[in-house]
């Protein structure tokens, strides 16, 4: 089976915003590194699955998909080999990279939205809870919760819910987002801090040496008495 089918954009020019594709690349590279394996060594565990050693040549290729270098393709069983052979579910490979906000291409969304409809949103579950309870797979009812209630302790249904799992990986996508706006508000509260301190002329001056902006700024720095 090839592993996606290369393909590059008209005249070489790399079009704005993301696709599937490359967030697929991207976390490809994250899952081989993950398990601390060579690109070779990655070759050797798809053959078990693929029936074929792919050259190393062709790993590094998927992996530079996300850069832009080169334009792939990949098959939904494509996603089930990668699945299989990194032992990561099928989703890990539709989490959007860390800090990269461009538009998802063909689409009005940002690349960092994927992540919730890979999971479904708020809407769009009722229709899955309705597919897993095909597959025998029902949500918890009240009797689950107030067994949880009674014992503190989920029962199978309640452990195993969609639900619950869906809430648990929005949480920590949440937190992780939650934990860099922080750290940016508080880097922008210091810089704000400076700038009242010396002021724009100072600020400046700061930045390239140069005196004429430095007029007035020794003043701000002086503590009001």
């Known amino acids: 089976m090839p592993t996606g089918r290369a393909r590059k954009a ?4 790399e079009p704005e915003g993301i696709d599937a594709n490359q967030v697929v690349s ?7 590194e993950l398990r ?9 565990r798809l053959e078990a699955f693929l029936g074929t050693r792919l050259p190393q040549a062709a790993i590094s290729s998927i ?13 939904a069983q494509e996603l089930v080999v990668f699945a299989l052979a990194f032992d990561v579910p099928i989703l890990w490979f539709f ?5 990269d906000r461009r538009r998802l291409r063909q689409t009005s969304k940002d690349v960092d ?10 809407t769009q579950v009722g229709v899955l809870h309705e597919r897993l309870a095909e597959l025998g797979m029902p949500e918890p009812d009240e009797d689950d919760a107030k067994w949880e209630a009674l014992t503190g302790a989920p029962t199978p249904a309640s452990r195993d819910s969609y639900d619950r799992r869906r809430k648990e990986a929005i949480l920590a996508m949440l937190d ?6 922080d750290r940016a508000a508080d880097e922008l509260g210091k810089f704000f801090d400076h700038l009242r301190q010396v002021g724009i002329r100072g600020l400046v001056f700061e930045h390239t040496g140069d005196r004429d902006y430095s007029t007035g700024s020794e ?3 002086k503590p009001k008495t």
């Open 113 to 122: 939205e994927l992540f919730t409809y890979a999971l479904g949103t708020a």
């Open 219 to 221: 003043k701000r720095r």
């Open 63 to 75: 992996e530079r998909c996300y850069e832009g270098v080169s334009r792939r393709e990949f098959d």
């Open 10 to 13: 008209p005249g070489g020019i």
């Open 95 to 99: 989490l959007p990279p860390p800090g």
């Open 176 to 181: 992780s987002r939650t934990d860099r706006l």
């Open 36 to 44: 601390g394996w060579t690109q070779e060594q990655t070759a050797l």
């Open 26 to 32: 991207y976390n490809f590279r994250r899952a081989r």
